[in-house]
């Protein structure tokens, strides 16, 4: 039953966090930059190591899959690109991104609310929950899709490197099976995915951190559920829209 | 002037405040002391609005605190100052900022006006040459300074400190103690302080509210403390040796 007791208060926070007006809206922009820059930005590093890598492991992987000398070359470039577009870049990137974002979030808002820094805000007529969470959520569903696109084209790319230096496939059917047969609906699939993946990250992580209570123990503890709360609703929901949109 | 009428406070099946009535006067240093677990953070936190009181009023200046909408509440909470027991500052923003965050939030100042107001507050507290530094960079006697500062920032009509000189050596807490009743008298605040520290009693005290299991036990001054014969009290403000051979001076 507990279940629904924290769907209930994760519901009235949204409500607190969206419905209400911000107090000045020029603080409230301030603070959408900085996390754009704080949850966004600095994650393009990560991003970008392991988009690479894991298109160039899709393209050897395939390639020694096929061993039927009748099975075109450039299957393996039309693997790589629907593996990277339909699932890696959106679902399996925005998991890592509820780790590094997740609990980044929860751990930040957390500490805020055990050293009293949240209590400070609504003291001085702050509605704290939208100050601290609105600006989180506009930033990752913002700047999520952009991070998806660069893990897409980052992924292709470190597949079609993969193949000139091991010599699996050739440029040129590496290409051909990146054009092959390609619906450009499955980009709008994953930005659909991208962003409600962001959403489901910035506000179920702040929603651990706001009602954080104790010490640095708990915040730790929030840390932690944050990260596995998020990534059991990104595969949940995972399901759900591929079930939704693509079937 | 803040009063409280028959406040109780639960949480769940535990009553933390039990009935409490009181005045709390204006230009005075009200003091709640009181035995940890005795309900004074409890007792702070609702007279600011932290939690919802279960039964009673609590009134701002002939204003009912207590039944207003939060909208409301925002009004007089922008006239409330607070200084927290771990000084509550933003750690992502520097001293400067952490004063000008409220000036920033609530007034259409401009740049100069609030530099101006901000170096006046930062002034009045002592804090030279640190505004650039971030909280995690002074020491707890200037970030409970900074605190008191950003209080001070939009001119409170009403500034609540909570263990205001908690974790800080005898010196530093008297200098802490000094500044808030300077501030009280010199710009006719209403101030409530939170304390179970008895040199701040002595000190600063002017009307003091002895809180026992969440009760009001004692009213009374500093100078009435030495007489009273309340033995919870007694036991309270004379568990140290050192005020024990106070009160025998005294007598």
Known sequence: MKIFYHIGRYLLLMQRVIISKPEKHSIYFKQIIREIDNLGVSSIGITAIISIFMGAVITIQTAYGIDNPFVPKYLIGVAARDSMVLEFSSTILSLILAGKVGSNIASEIGTMRVSEQIDALEIMGVNSASYLIMPKIIASVFFNPFLVIMSMSIGIFGGYLAGIFTGVVSPEDYIVGLQYSFRPYYLIYAMIKAVIFAFIIASVSSYHGYYTKGGALEVGKSSTNAVVYSSVLILLFNMILTQLLLV | ?251
């Open chain 2, 1 to 251: 002037m803040i009063k409280l009428r028959n406040v109780y406070k639960s949480f769940g099946d535990k009553e933390v405040l039990k009935n409490i009535s009181a005045n709390f006067e204006q230009g005075k240093t009200n003091l709640i002391i009181g035995q940890s677990g005795s309900g004074k953070t409890v007792l702070l936190k609702s007279i600011v609005g932290l939690h919802e009181i279960t039964k009673g009023e609590i009134i701002y200046d002939d204003v009912v605190f207590s039944q207003l909408n939060l909208k409301n509440k925002k009004k007089i909470r922008t006239e409330i100052g607070m200084v927290f027991q771990g000084g509550a500052l933003f750690d992502s923003l520097n001293v400067e900022e952490n004063v000008r965050y409220p000036l920033e939030m609530f007034t259409n100042m401009s740049a100069n006006e609030k530099k101006n107001r901000v170096d006046f507050c930062l002034d009045r507290v002592n804090i030279i040459n640190a505004n650039k530094l971030f909280p995690s960079e002074i020491s707890g006697g200037m970030q409970k300074r900074v605190s008191i500062a950003r209080a001070i920032a939009l001119n409170p009509k009403y500034l609540f400190c909570d263990e205001p000189n908690s974790g800080l050596d005898p010196k530093t807490a008297m200098v802490i103690d000094n500044l808030i009743k300077e501030i009280t008298r010199e710009f006719n605040i209403t101030t409530l302080i939170n304390t179970h520290d008895m040199n701040s009693v002595m000190e600063i005290g002017e009307k003091i509210y002895y809180f026992h299991k969440g009760e009001k036990w004692w009213v009374g001054t500093k100078e009435e403390i030495f007489n009273t014969n309340n033995k919870e009290l007694n036991d309270f403000v004379f568990a140290s040796e050192l005020f024990k051979k106070i009160k025998e001076k005294n007598k």
